[in-house]
Every structure is written in structure tokens, then in C-alpha cells.
């Protein structure tokens, strides 16, 4: 679904302090924020991974978001679902998470559907927009969002959160070339031609989950999806790589705050 506005050609003033820090990137600019505002993503799933997605497509200024979700918000979703407050508890997700997307930034235009997504409207729902976010956490709705995305040929951002781990693959087998190379890649069926057996998994509920790694995968999905709108010609799929280094400090022999509190310990450990 493009923007179902006028297209943007140009930004205003408040846009371009808005959008300031993308426009001081060389891989976004202008041009690249214009591809963002008038561009499209589908989240399905405003909870712990797809309430960051809203929050970070919204504050970039993607044009158009759809939300499917059809709960209402319960105490136990406030750990992680960061989109959500107290005072919001046993209203619909779909409603409160539109309010607070438009109170972001009142240039997103977001669609809502109140509904779950199943066989019987996931190709219509699916259809209309550039690139789909999944961010549910059972795996028949994960088939079957992966099928129609294949289907459709469109992109399909997957994330998923356990316990203390999370993974963010990007599925886009319509792709046929990247950096102006042929390359063939496969589907979330590919990687997972079975689901597990019932019951081999925890659900979220059973098993727990860290609600910081919903962030930081909800993060990551933002950040990937976003690639596939501002600057199609450095676009990725399976080769975004995204890393982290642990670096230990050595302490400084000279250093003076060290020493100092090295001594105040000891002089503590004296008078106890």
C-alpha cells in the first residue's frame, strides 16, 4: 500500500528538522527520507516485537503502517511491550497503539485491522503493502504469513524472541539480484520445512522472555525493513549482518580515580 496520500515530493521545514539526522546520512538524504514517506510496511503483531517496529517505522516517518492485532492490553504485557502504559490496561492494543503512532508523528497514515490474520484474508491484508513485518509468536501464523509473502513476492521481515535469545531473519526469494549480482534465496519453509511438535517450544507465557530482547530484535526488524526503502541500490536480504563485540577495559595503572577508590575501600574494610 503506498501512501494512500498524494505523493511526497519534497519536505516541509518542520520535516527536515524532523528528519534531520537521516538527512545527514549519505545513504538516506533527501531522497531516501522521500522513499520512506511514501513507502509502506505491514506489522503483524503490536506486541513485544511489534511495538518497537510501530514505534521506530513511525519516528522514521514510513508513510503508511498497518497494524493486525486483535487483543486488548493486559498487566503482563507491560514488561516488553514498551508501546503500552498502565493506565491502558484493558483497552484494545490496536487503538491505543494508533493513538500514541500518530502522537509520534502525525505524518504516518496507519490502517488498522482488528482482526487475526488466517487463510482467509492473509493474501488481502498482505497484498497492499511493500514490506511485512511478523512479529507473532505462534508458529501456524509464521507459515502462513511466510507462504503468502512468497506468494506475493513481497518481503518478509521475521522475528522471534526466546527467553534470552532472539533471531531476525530476512525471507525474500523474489529477489534475484543483489549489488547487481544474481543470488537465490529461500523462504521461512526453507529454513524450517516442519514446525516443531506441540508442546516442544514454551510459548512466551510458559518459558519467560527478557523484555529488553524484544527491543532489541523489534530493532533490528525496524532497521531492516527501513533498508528497503531508502536507498534501494545498497537494499539487503540475507546479507545484512548485524554484530556485537564485547571489550574488556583494562585498568590503568596510572589512573587516579581507580587508586582513589581502591583506597577508600581499603580505609572502609579498616575501620569495619
Known amino acids: 500500500m503506498a ?17 534531520a539526522r537521516h538527512l545527514s546520512l549519505p545513504e538516506i538524504d533527501t531522497a531516501g527520507q ?118 506475493l513476492k513481497k518481503t518478509n521481515v521475521d522475528g522471534s524472541i526466546f527467553r534470552f535469545e532472539g533471531l531476525n531473519t530476512v525471507f525474500a526469494p523474489h529477489l534475484k539480484e543483489w549489488n547487481g549480482k544474481p543470488i537465490q534465496t529461500g523462504c521461512y519453509r526453507c529454513q524450517y520445512p516442519e514446525p516443531p511438535p506441540p508442546g516442544m517450544v514454551p510459548s512466551c507465557a510458559e518459558g519467560g522472555v527478557m523484555g529488553a530482547m524484544c527491543g532489541i530484535v523489534g530493532s533490528i526488524q525496524r532497521t531492516r525493513r527501513s533498508r528497503f526503502s531508502h536507498a534501494p541500490a545498497r537494499r539487503c536480504s540475507g546479507g545484512c549482518r548485524c554484530s556485537m563485540r564485547w571489550i574488556w577495559i583494562s585498568a590503568r595503572s596510572g589512573c587516579g580515580v581507580i587508586k582513589s577508590a581502591r583506597f577508600a575501600a581499603m580505609c572502609q574494610r579498616l575501620r569495619s
Open 34 to 151: 522521500l522513499r520512506l514517506l511514501n513507502s509502506s510496511a505491514l506489522i503483524i503483531g503490536a506486541g513485544g516485537l511489534g511495538a518497537p517496529v510501530a514505534m521506530y517505522l513511525a519516528a522514521a516517518g514510513v508513510g503508511t503502517i498497518g497494524l493486525v492485532e486483535f487483543d486488548t492490553v493486559d498487566h503482563s504485557n507491560l514488561q516488553r511491550q514498551i508501546i503500552y502504559t498502565t493506565d491502558d490496561v484493558g483497552k484494545s492494543k490496536l487503538d491505543t497503539a494508533e493513538k500514541r503512532l500518530r502522537a509520534i508523528n502525525p505524518d504516518v497514515q496507519i490502517v488498522k485491522y482488528a482482526t487475526r490474520i488466517d487463510s482467509s484474508n492473509a493474501m488481502e491484508i498482505i497484498a497492499p503493502y511493500d514490506v511485512i513485518i511478523n512479529g507473532t509468536d505462534n508458529f501456524p501464523t509464521r507459515y502462513l504469513v511466510n507462504d503468502a509473502c512468497v506468494l
Open 3 to 19: 501512501n494512500t496520500n498524494r505523493p511526497v515530493t519534497s519536505l516541509t521545514d518542520v520535516q527536515k528538522s524532523r528528519y
